[in-house]
């Protein structure tokens, strides 16, 4: 067939505004609109020739109707004159939610043969949205007007009836089909209000919608079987198709109007009863009102019942303002859990004065979410008072059964047995319970010689016999039984019981124990005993090098020594220094750690290198001494940890020295080895006499020597700091000794492994010792050099070994004094002491630093000159106003190496601090 069809056929399916196209028998295109090809997104030339499916609608092949359609064609045989169209419809849907109607038309020719099939395709998704949402409020106007329990009508202008819900069939007892089409007004209305409601239908027809019935009215329908019903009618004009009609809802009142005869008969009854009776509402957004109030508001509140109804506040003005805040709470409370309301008040009344009432209502919740309560108020007043009257009597019984649960309270703790003149318990406390181990049953009708030892049940007679006849207590430390046959001291004392007549009748025995104050007055005597133990040796440590000094110090003030008698005098007393500042530093250390001002200071060091350290230094005394010394560190065990070097030196020092002092003959063993995790353990083992197990348990007490008196005994302070030191560290130390054998001490620490440094450097910051090497006696150099301290030994003597060292010297007694010597004189140095009259060392260094700051001059180096320990001014040092610590006493070779270290710093022409004029020896 032609397929070039003509103009007309293209002007005419693009007027159509649908997309339209033609396909051959094959389904392939032969002509599209260009509404078509605009929803196929392609130009005809590319979509003549090609199945349609390819572009629009869219599948795997065609649609159902249209190949239903071209089966037909391919079967049938027409007569050649029939050339009539077939149409087939059918929907489909596109991916963009769009829905279409196909209508496709096959065409023939004159002879009936099959030309080219038609499809005409129309986006009718609005008409589907539309005939949903139809059916939508269809469907939801059936469920509402269903649901709904009031009736529903609805009336044309002819007064016939178009609709009507099933409650209308309930209310009238009609069928929906039996009324459809009936005259409304004729079958409800009764025939008294017929012709008025009709004539109201007239107009609402003639007025276009108009109702001359109000918003509600109350009317009467008739019912299926003739009885009459009372309604509250709504109506509302709507118009359907052009057309006005009446909506109505009609509500049954029968019950309200009975509830209504109800209420006017109880009022009528309330109105002849005294109180108060009351209707109340509140609703949710805080309004309130009285529905109803009857007469006796008149003598209960002094108002009227009108009053009441139209001005509901004026109770609550009336109320006692104190009053007011709990009664609203408790309304609140009632409102909001549904549970009665009772509540007492207090009111002015206008003739009677303070009036007391008291309420009690039912609340029940209403359909619009109010509260209704429906309650009862009257007047309490004499009945108040006598409640006020009985509340007196009973705060004064209540007075004296508080005294009594006092002493029954006290009775949970002390024992209270009464008993009779026999001494048979009568009565016995919880207490005793408790005390005792016997239940009350088990304890009366017994004798009291039940709870008392043999020997005291022979005594009790003697403390008896004179409070029968003087009628005093009488009181006893003694031994009591608990029913186990354990016994326990206690204080017990005895009461007499009299008559009215003075007789006595009976006997309280009050008894508590008094195991924990005996115990503490044992821990008190013994802390006492430690103490003086601990002051006595600390006082024999002390005086032993100091009758050494004090000795050889006579010695050396006699005239004909000899130089080698001198030097050997000089040893000793230097010895016996050395000795004691052992002693102090190992007290102040001691004190530091078991009052927990000692910290740790962790830092990265060479745990091998500190444990060949101590064992170089421990290896010549055990030498000294004949033992034999030898130590391992086995595999596993970390080169580089983190810990306080120093505090694990001492706990190593304390523990090898103590070894080496206290063996005899034989050696001593440091073995180190690697636990679990960053545990290390050091174990130190020798040969010595041993320590029994008694002594064990003291022997890290402070001068505890554990009975050792030999050569070489010590202060008995270096297992105590090993102790409190491996606590510090968060460690453990254990100790296992047989007497003969010998003794091993095992102290297990956290020591975290670390990586090396990538340089090492010396750990002494420059702010302590110096480590120049000595020089001899000669003088160090010529420094000037300012001592400030307010002791004047102490300044005597760092200024006699400076002069020794070639210094210039110049002192001063205070920190002011100091200042005032530094800023007019030049110095190299300034050795001053931390505590000071004025201001001290630390606020003289910090003036010091500031000045020089603000006038730009050199650092002058300041050493801090003081009897405190290291470790108790290391903060201080830190903070980097000293360049030195040099500790009391004062060591001449740390002295001179500081000086030392010193003499480079001094440029031979220039100044080191902002004085004028350069450092004379003077003294201030």
């Not at 709904?148 to 069928?175: H, M, Q, S, T």
């Not at 109007?257 to 209420?263: G, H, S, T, Y």
């Not at 003739?351 to 007391?356: A, C, D, I, M, P």
């Not at 309270?409 to 047995?417: G, K, M, N, R, W």
Request: hydrophobic letters at 35%; charged letters at 25%; a negative charge.
């Amino acid at each position: 067939m032609d397929p070039h069809l003509t103009p007309s056929w293209d002007d005419a399916m693009d007027a159509m505004g649908h997309p339209i196209f033609l396909h051959d028998q094959d389904y392939r295109i032969l002509r599209a609109n260009s509404a078509y090809l605009q929803e196929a997104g392609a130009t005809l030339e590319e979509v003549i020739g090609h199945p349609y499916w390819h572009f629009f609608p869219c599948g795997e092949g065609p649609l159902p109707g249209c190949q239903s359609a071209m089966a037909k064609v391919s079967a049938e045989k027409r007569d050649v004159y029939d050339t009539g169209c077939s149409e087939i419809a059918e929907e489909f849907s596109v991916p963009d939610g769009r829905t279409f109607l196909s209508r496709s038309y096959v065409a023939r020719d004159g002879q009936g043969a099959y030309r080219y099939s038609v499809h005409i395709l129309e986006d009718i998704t609005d008409r589907r949205y539309l005939e949903q949402a139809h059916q939508a409020a269809e469907a939801k106007f059936q469920a509402i007007t269903t649901a709904a329990l009031d009736a529903i009508v609805l009336i044309d202008a002819e007064d016939r009836l178009v609709y009507c819900n099933p409650a209308f069939e309930k209310l009238l007892g009609y069928r929906a089909e039996e009324l459809e089409g009936v005259p409304f007004h004729d079958r409800f209305v009764p025939e008294r209000h017929r012709a008025a409601m009709q004539a109201g239908m007239r107009y609402f027809r003639e007025s276009g919608g108009k109702t001359r019935v109000g918003e509600h009215t109350e009317v009467e329908a008739v019912h299926r079987d003739g009885h009459e019903i009372p309604l509250e009618l709504s109506l509302a004009p709507v118009q359907i198709a052009g057309r006005w009609h009446a909506a109505g809802i009609l509500r049954d009142i029968s019950e309200r109007q009975a509830l209504e005869k109800v209420r006017e008969q109880l009022a009528n009854l309330t109105a002849q009863l005294p109180g108060f009776i009351y209707q109340c509402q509140l609703w949710p957004d805080g309004r309130h009102a009285f529905v109803y109030a009857n007469g006796g508001v008149e003598d209960t509140y002094g108002v009227t019942p009108q009053t009441v109804l139209e001005c509901p506040d004026r109770v609550f003005e009336l109320m006692y303002e104190a009053d007011r805040d709990e009664v609203n709470r408790s309304m609140e409370r009632s409102a909001k859990t549904l549970t009665p309301w009772r509540q007492s008040f207090r009111i002015h009344h206008p003739s009677k004065g303070t009036v007391w009432l008291e309420g009690n209502s039912t609340p029940e919740r209403q359909a619009d979410g109010s509260t209704l309560w429906h309650g009862y108020l009257h007047d309490i007043t004499e009945r108040r008072r006598a409640e006020q009257a009985e509340q007196q009597l009973r705060e004064q019984l209540e007075a004296r059964k508080h005294d009594l649960e006092a002493i029954f309270a006290a009775a949970e703790s002390v024992s209270l047995i009464k008993t009779d003149l026999n001494s048979v318990i009568l009565e016995a406390s919880t207490g005793a319970e408790a005390l005792f181990g016997y239940s009350r049953e088990e304890l009366i009708g017994r004798h009291v010689s039940l709870l008392h030892t043999d020997a005291d049940s022979e005594r009790l007679p003697g403390y008896v016999d004179p409070l029968c006849h003087e009628h005093q207590p009488a009181r006893m430390e003694t031994e009591l039984v608990r029913r186990d046959g354990s016994r326990f001291p206690a204080l017990l004392t005895i009461h007499p019981i009299t008559n009215s007549r003075g007789e006595l009748v009976e006997m309280l025995g009050v008894s508590f124990d008094i195991s924990d104050q005996k115990r503490a007055a044992q821990d008190l005597a013994e802390a006492v005993a430690a103490k003086t133990t601990f002051l006595n040796a600390v006082g024999h440590d002390l005086r032993t090098p100091l009758n050494a000094l004090t000795g050889f110090v006579e010695l050396l003030a006699t005239s004909d020594l000899e130089e080698e008698q001198r030097q050997s005098y000089v040893q000793q007393c230097r010895h016996a220094s050395r000795r004691l500042l052992e002693l102090i530093d190992s007290l102040l250390d001691l004190g530091r750690l078991q009052s927990g001002r000692l910290k740790l200071q962790p830092a990265p060091f060479d745990l091998h290198a500190a444990i060949e350290s101590q064992c170089t230094v421990h290896r010549h005394l055990a030498e000294e001494h004949g033992l034999q010394f030898t130590s391992e560190i086995e595999p596993g065990v970390p080169q580089w940890v983190e810990a306080d070097a120093t505090r694990l030196g001492q706990i190593l020092s304390n523990l090898l020295g103590n070894a080496i002092k206290y063996t005899n003959e034989g050696q001593v063993d440091l073995t180190v080895s690697a636990g679990h995790g960053e545990w290390i353990s050091f174990r130190v083992r020798d040969t010595g006499p041993g320590i029994s197990p008694e002594d064990q348990e003291h022997i890290f007490a402070a001068f505890d020597r554990a009975g050792y008196r030999g050569s070489r005994s010590g202060h008995g302070l270096g297992l105590a700091i090993v102790r409190e030191l491996t606590e510090l560290f968060g460690g453990e130390v254990s100790l296992q000794s047989a007497p003969g054998v010998g003794s091993t001490f095992s102290v297990t620490l956290p020591l975290p492994p670390v990586a090396a440094p990538e340089a090492t450097q010396n750990a002494d910051s420059g702010c302590g010792r110096a480590s120049l090497p000595l020089s001899g006696d000669a003088p160090a150099s010529t420094l000037n050099v300012l001592v400030a301290d307010d002791e004047t030994v102490n300044v005597f003597l760092a200024r006699t070994l400076l002069e020794q060292l070639g210094c210039t010297v110049t002192t001063a007694e205070d920190g002011a004094g100091a200042l005032e010597a530094w800023q007019t004189r030049t110095f190299d140095a300034l050795i001053i002491d931390r505590n000071m009259p004025g201001f001290d060392g630390e606020e003289l260094a910090e003036r010091i630093r500031s000045e020089e700051r603000a006038q730009g001059h050199t650092r002058v180096p300041i050493a801090l000159y003081t009897a405190y320990a290291r470790s108790e001014v290391e903060s201080v040092i830190e903070a980097g106003l000293f360049d030195a610590f040099l500790s009391k006493p004062l060591d001449r070779a740390e002295l001179r190496q500081w000086i030392e270290s010193l003499a480079p710093r001094r440029p031979s022409d220039t100044a080191t601090t902002p004085g004028e004029t350069h450092g004379s020896t003077s003294s201030s």
